[in-house]
């Protein structure tokens, strides 16, 4: 049955037994072919690797389901909705490079383009050139997803008075020229409208769709995923760390900003709804909360199930604190929390370079399997903000031991293909 459901809750254990729970049972009102996928929108390798584990051991099995990211889904919806779209577009970013190599020089002499003379003056071996039409070509593609409104307007001809602008959309109307409407922006645009107008072609689309454990998606998804919902099924498992409407709250930043527009009246605080709730929660979640607004605004029926927490140490505190949107105030004894001596829930390790922090997870983690027996490996999961920089610690740490010194078995995911291969990387 069409429509958007959002299932919200602060464990991806209760989420995914929700989508378990949808899975079993096929699409109701769709005539669909017998072997039809079950489509599971995530956002790294390491979430599709987890969910079909945990399908299979909800459901006995995972079979014929596929884990597409956003931009991939993306890109199987246009195809199936224009499928004369060339499997190989000028606007790639790898595409774009090239084409910047060439039009770069043709332009460097005019107006506008004084601040990228001086930076390539003494380019000798085009090595400059190069790199400077990458990283051109990474902007241009993260325009049209993140702000295809300026791309349309420079496409019209429209010129903004910001200075890199100026030049940028020059760039632009050069390497879209006569192909404005092969490029992202300008396809997302006609595939609403299939999906709006219920043409033949979004007939061809897809029977079920579901987005899991995704933290934050760009309008530029979200649009053609609520249109969606209008002709097909669409399940999303998002997962929340409170169970309040937080989508509001405002860090200490965005309240002080809010004061200073009317520090020279006299207007009392309650009637500005200064909403900061939990701190921690207000400052770190700022991209969630963002994403949570967009996602409550549309039409949509909501499911939540949250998991309560009690204050047995200080990190189940604190996940509570969140949960139930609570401030604690440390000069109130009565509202504090005293954790026991020995309390290692939430540890900070100062450590010199990325390879000693390795070493000091290893370490770590054995002291953790020693005081709990019913610890296993599969319960760990290890976090980075880039995975490609710890990855050749991760396995010089702990795929070189000894032969009398335990051994972690382990995995690596979202590493690039390039980064996990010299010989893949010899052919690119």
């Known amino acids: 049955m069409p429509g958007l459901k959002i299932y919200t809750g602060n464990r991806l254990e209760i989420l995914a037994g929700k989508l378990a729970q949808i899975v079993k049972s096929p699409v109701s009102g769709v005539s669909l072919p017998p072997l039809s996928q ?77 601040s990228l ?40 001809n429209g010129e903004d008075k910001v ?12 390497i879209a020229g006569g192909k404005e409407n092969l490029h992202r922006a300008s396809l997302q645009r006609a595939l609403i409208n299939e999906l709006r107008t219920h043409s033949p072609a979004s007939d061809r689309l897809f029977g079920r769709v579901s987005v899991f454990g995704i933290s934050a998606l760009p309008p530029f998804h979200m649009q053609v995923i609520e249109e969606l919902s209008g002709i097909t099924e669409v399940n999303m498992f998002l997962l929340s760390p409170c169970m309040e409407y ?16 009317y520090a020279g009246e006299a207007v009392d605080e309650k009637y500005l709804h200064l909403e900061t709730g ?19 605004s549309a039409d949509h029926e909501l499911i939540e199930e949250y998991d309560e927490h009690e204050c047995l140490d200080m990190l189940s505190c604190l996940q509570s604190d969140i949960l ?21 829930s939430i540890q900070f390790h100062s450590c010199h370079s990325p390879m ?30 880039d995975i490609e920089i710890y990855a050749p610690f991760v396995h010089a740490v702990f795929d070189t031991r000894g032969d009398n010194e335990p051994r972690i078995p382990f995995s690596v995911s979202d590493r690039s293909i390039r980064r996990e291969s010299g010989v893949v990387d010899g052919f690119l």
């Not at 937080?246 to 527009?261: F, M, Q, V, Y």
């Not at 020693?370 to 760990?380: F, H, K, Q």
Request: hydrophobic share 45%.
């Open 324 to 344: 139930y949107m609570k401030e604690r105030k440390i000069s109130d004894e009565s509202d504090a929390f005293h954790p026991d001596a020995g309390d290692a």
């Open 246 to 261: 937080w989508a509001d709250t405002l860090n200490d930043a965005g309240a002080a900003r809010i004061k200073s527009k």
């Open 356 to 385: 000693r922090e390795v070493e000091v997870l290893y370490d770590n983690l054995l002291a953790m399997f020693e005081d709990d027996s019913g610890l296993v490996p599969n319960d760990i999961l290890v976090m980075t903000p």
């Open 38 to 114: 079950e489509i599971i929108i995530v956002q790294s390798r390491g979430m599709e690797r987890w969910l079909s584990m945990e399908l299979a051991r909800l459901n006995g099995i995972c079979a014929n389901c596929r884990f597409p990211f956003p931009n991939a889904f993306l890109d199987e919806a246009l195809n199936r909705c224009f499928p004369d779209i060339p499997i190989t577009s000028v606007f790639d970013p790898g595409v774009m490079t090239f084409s910047l190599l060439k039009i770069l020089p043709d332009n460097i002499d005019k107006p506008g383009f004084e």
């Open 117 to 156: 003379k001086r930076y390539l003056a003494d380019d000798t071996n085009d090595l400059k050139l190069f790199q400077l039409s990458e990283k051109l070509a990474d902007i241009f593609d993260q325009y049209v997803i993140f702000r295809p409104d300026l791309i349309f307007t420079w496409e019209k």
């Open 278 to 296: 939990n701190r921690l929660l207000a400052s770190m979640g700022e991209l969630g909360r963002t994403f949570f607004r967009h996602i409550i």
């Open 163 to 174: 200075k890199p602008h100026m030049w940028q959309a020059r760039l632009w109307r050069e």
